[in-house]
């Protein structure tokens, strides 16, 4: 997502979907491996209104490694079993249960 896409999503999401859902808080994770969700954080902070307060949150530490979606998928991707260091139960039996993958829990 560019620069521009990042801007248009915050502008919909600021004009359309906040004000019908009733949303004046977004809660979002800082982003140091992404370059491109830790843009579209930024341009989140610029873009929404000071009614809708943008909170970033630290995210959590495995070993040194920022704990992300995109740290999973690719372990994942990989056949890692460590990935299970960094998922929820429920989605660890989510993925033995229905996607066929063999973690160790």
Known sequence: MNQLHAEIDCE???RHIAPSLGINHRFVGSEPNCAVTHNYNGV???ILPPEIQVTELERLNLE???ISAS???????QAA????????????????ENCG???QI
């Open 64 to 66: 040194g490694s920022s």
């Open 101 to 103: 993958y063999a973690l």
């Open 12 to 14: 919909v999401f600021k």
């Open 71 to 77: 740290t999973a998928r690719s372990q994942l991707s």
């Open 44 to 46: 989140m902070k610029q």
């Open 81 to 96: 079993s460590s990935v299970a260091n960094l998922l929820p139960i429920t989605t660890i039996n989510y993925l033995i």
